[in-house]
T-cell receptor, first 117, second 114 residues
Framework: AQKVTQAQTEISVVEKEDVTLDCVYE???????LFWYKQPPSGELVFLIR????DEQNEISGRYSWNFQKSTSSFNFTITASQVVDSAVYFCALSTPWAGNNRKLIWGLGTSLAVNP | DAGITQSPRHKVTETGTPVTLRCHQT?????MYWYRQDPGHGLRLIHY???????DKGEVSDGYSVSRSKTEDFLLTLESATSSQTSVYFC?????????????FGSGTQLSVL
C-alpha cells in the first residue's frame, strides 16, 4: 500500500522560530517522487519542491530546506526563521510511475502552520 | 503564475440540481485534473483529462462527469448535487503525465449543497 502521513495536524510558532514539518511515506516502488505543496489562505496550492527516490541530497532554498531520508522513509520540511507569510497548510505528496496516461498522486492530509507575530 | 481560472469561485445550490464548474487554462497544457478537498480526506482525484475529448475516472468519480471540448477548458458537472458533494474543488494542469511532473492549481471553487 502507498501512503503519506503528516502526523502534525496543526503547528503554531512565533515569528523567527524554526519549524519542521514531518512527512513519512510508504511505497514498495523503487522509483518514486516526493513533493511539497503550500496552500496559503488564498486557497490555491503552490508547488514547492520535488525529489526523486534516487537523490537523497538535501536541498536548501532560502529559508526553506528539505531532508530526504530513505532509511526512515521521511521527507521533512524545515522553515528557518519563520515569518507570518509562511502561515499556510503544507501538503506532502508521493507519486509513482503508472502505466498509461494517468499518474497516481498520494497526498498527505496536510499540516496547518500558523506563524504568529 | 500559471494561467488557470476556475469559475465560479463560490456557489450555493440545492440538493438535486445540476451544477457545472469550469476550469480554463491559458498554458496549453494537455493534462487537466479535477480534485476535491475535504477535511480528513486531503485531496482526492475526481476525473482527469489527457487531451481533447479524452477523459477518465479518478478515485471518487461517482456522481460527477466531465467534458473537454477544447484544450483550454475542462468542465466538471455534478449531475444531481448531494450534500456529500459540498467541498472545495480544485482544477490542476500539467504538461505531461509523468510521475515527476508538478501540478499547477487553480484557486478553487467552494461549493455548498444545501
Amino acid at each position: 500500500a502507498q501512503k503519506v502521513t503528516q502526523a502534525q495536524t496543526e503547528i503554531s510558532v512565533v515569528e523567527k522560530e524554526d519549524v519542521t514539518l514531518d512527512c513519512v511515506y510508504e511505497t514498495r516502488d523503487t522509483t518514486y517522487y516526493l513533493f511539497w505543496y503550500k496552500q496559503p489562505p488564498s486557497g490555491e496550492l503552490v508547488f514547492l519542491i520535488r525529489r526523486n527516490s534516487f537523490d537523497e541530497q538535501n536541498e536548501i532554498s532560502g529559508r526553506y530546506s528539505w531532508n530526504f531520508q530513505k532509511s526512515t522513509s521521511s521527507f521533512n520540511f524545515t522553515i528557518t526563521a519563520s515569518q507570518v507569510v509562511d502561515s499556510a497548510v503544507y501538503f506532502c505528496a508521493l507519486s509513482t510511475p503508472w502505466a498509461g496516461n494517468n499518474r497516481k498522486l498520494i497526498w498527505g492530509l496536510g499540516t496547518s502552520l500558523a506563524v504568529n507575530p | 503564475d500559471a494561467g488557470i481560472t476556475q469559475s465560479p469561485r463560490h456557489k450555493v445550490t440545492e440538493t438535486g440540481t445540476p451544477v457545472t464548474l469550469r476550469c480554463h487554462q491559458t498554458e496549453n497544457h494537455r493534462y487537466m485534473y479535477w480534485y476535491r478537498q475535504d477535511p480528513g480526506h486531503g485531496l482526492r482525484l475526481i476525473h482527469y483529462s489527457y487531451g481533447v475529448k479524452d477523459t477518465d475516472k479518478g478515485e471518487v468519480s461517482d456522481g460527477y462527469s466531465v467534458s473537454r471540448s477544447k484544450t483550454e477548458d475542462f468542465l466538471l458537472t455534478l449531475e444531481s448535487a448531494t450534500s456529500s458533494q459540498t467541498s472545495v474543488y480544485f482544477c490542476a494542469i500539467s504538461s505531461n503525465p509523468n510521475a515527476n511532473e508538478k501540478l499547477f492549481f487553480g484557486s478553487g471553487t467552494q461549493l455548498s449543497v444545501l
